[in-house]
Structures are given as structure tokens and as C-alpha cells.
């Protein structure tokens, strides 16, 4: 089992940039596939980016493709979500998760441990 714990969340303006942090703890890292899924107010958690468990494919949800960036440090136990270009539609809990499965993971029911997430609001 693994417990995840994000960070980094708070309120910036449009166009500007925050970079969201995931620690995880228990079991050795590396051997999950991570991801980042967000919800905002009223609507479905949706699929924002996925990595692999090595780090090298990654995969983003097409609204968000040019802006965020998904990396890991497995040395550090550790997944980052880089996010530019803040726009106002990015409003929502970011959720950090992880997942058991070999790949990189675009589906909500392939994660298996998911953190408490941390809120993003992009004032305009």
C-alpha cells in the first residue's frame, strides 16, 4: 500500500504557474504508475496526466497538453505536475494517484491509491 500526500495548491491569476508536489510513502515507489486527475465544482474527476513507472512516457488530457508537465523522482518518492498558462477552467482539486498496473493510465478505475488532493483557483 502507498500513501499519498500533495502540495503546492493555492490562488494565482491567469497565465500564471504553480507546480504541484506528490509524496508518497510506504511501499517502494517505483513500482507504481502515477497520475493526476482534477475535479471542479459540480463536475466528474477528469484525467489530467499520467507517467510511467520508469519516467519515460507520459500522456496528458488534450486541454492541458503544451501547459502541464508530469515528472517523477523516484530517488525522492516523488511526482510532480508543472502548470502554465493557468487559465480559469483549470479551477479544481488536483488529485495525485497511483496505480499497481504497468503503463501509463488514462482511466480513473486503473488507480488504486489516491491522495486528498490539493486546490488550484485561477483568478481572473
Known amino acids: 500500500q502507498v500513501q499519498l500526500v500533495e502540495s503546492g495548491g493555492g490562488l494565482v491569476q491567469v497565465g500564471g504557474s504553480l507546480r504541484l508536489s506528490c509524496a508518497a510513502s510506504?511501499?517502494?515507489?517505483?513500482?507504481?504508475?502515477m497520475g493526476w486527475f482534477r475535479q471542479a465544482p459540480g463536475k466528474e474527476r477528469e484525467f489530467v496526466a499520467a507517467?510511467?513507472?520508469?519516467?519515460?512516457?507520459?500522456v496528458y488530457a488534450d486541454s492541458v497538453k503544451g501547459r502541464f508537465t508530469i515528472s517523477r523522482d523516484n530517488a525522492k518518492d516523488t511526482v510532480a505536475l508543472q502548470i502554465n498558462s493557468l487559465k480559469p477552467e483549470d479551477t479544481a482539486i488536483y488529485y495525485c494517484?497511483?496505480?499497481?498496473?504497468?503503463?501509463?493510465?488514462?482511466?480513473?478505475?486503473?488507480?488504486?491509491?489516491w491522495g486528498q488532493g490539493t486546490q488550484v483557483t485561477v483568478s481572473s
Open positions: 507517467i510511467s513507472r520508469s519516467g519515460t512516457s507520459t
Open positions: 494517484t497511483a496505480s499497481r498496473t504497468i503503463g501509463v493510465l488514462t482511466a480513473r478505475n486503473r488507480y488504486d491509491y
Open positions: 510506504g511501499r517502494t515507489f517505483s513500482v507504481y504508475a
